[in-house]
């Protein structure tokens, strides 16, 4: 009886965390035998109804066009549930009286899988759809110039011929004597730079490597959604030009010069074969130590926007939640390296989201 309690406790504790990817969910089921291989199967089918429960909820947080598409898939994702979903049994109880067996399982959404095959069914990917929206992005990454992000204060002495007049006394035989005297003064004062190492005034550089890091990444997360990118570079040598000037600007400024933004949007809708424009940037910070490993701390930033080139102006659909996402290593290189993973996982996951609950054709 006691144990009977303990799940119903657990069923009501876990209710409320269905939406996340990682929650709790019960089940129970009717049998006439318990025993043998029976008993397995009970037990199998007790499972699979919890798993598929959670499942079941865990889809209804979805928004409406992502919920649509799910619906496509959903057989084929019930029949291989195994396969988005960690999913085990943590309590059972069998109730020999009532002959009903109860579970409970914990449940963890593999997210990246399910999400793929959800995509698939998207009608930007519905092979039978005759209208489809060329994609083109654009993606930077900077990296803060650790050599140049301080500037210690310079120091300057300025000898003067001013003279000051200065007295002593002397004292000679038991008599006093003042003495007169001149002396010359200096001054000096400092210039710039701060008193510590530093700066407020952090200067960041794009490097090729960690810029194509990050771009690589981008690129890989997309194409698991099966969504296929173009270059801007690709479109035209002007566009290219001006994806150099958006370059220069995020790498200075941190953001983009709103005229050279509105006209690569303006060049792009005058292509008239696209439909969407993505941006999504990443600045990497100064080295920080880990106090409780020890190990070396890079921070990201991340930043992005979604245009809509379908009307008659370029419109902004959706932007990257500004956050901040840490990379720890025992190198400033590893460090760097998973702050940009985790910043370009981040980063498509919300444009893909964006543009599925767009319902891009």
Known sequence: MIKIFSILFLFLSFSLNVYSAQFKEKAKVDYKKFSGSKKEEVKEEAKKKACLNGLKKYSNSFDSQKYENYMKVKESIENSYLDYMICEVIDDVQDKKAKTYSVVVSIEILENPLNAIINQSSAINDASSDEKSEIVFTFFARVVDESKSFDLKEYERTDTSDSESASEIAATDGTETVIDSEVTTSSSKTTGGSDTAKSDQLVYSVRDDINNSFIDSMLDHFGDAKFDLTD????????GDFNDMLLEEFEFEGAFGRRTLSKVN?????????GFFLIATASIGQKEIDQSTGNILSKATISGSV???????????ASVSPQVLAGLGSTQEESISIALTNSAEESAKQLINALNNRGVK
């Not at 303006?266 to 696209?274: H, M, P, R």
């Open 232 to 239: 801007i570079y690709d479109i035209s040598d002007e566009l």
């Open 266 to 274: 303006k060049l792009l809708q005058e292509d008239g074969e696209i």
């Open 307 to 317: 245009y809509d080139l379908t009307g008659k102006r370029a419109k902004k659909i």
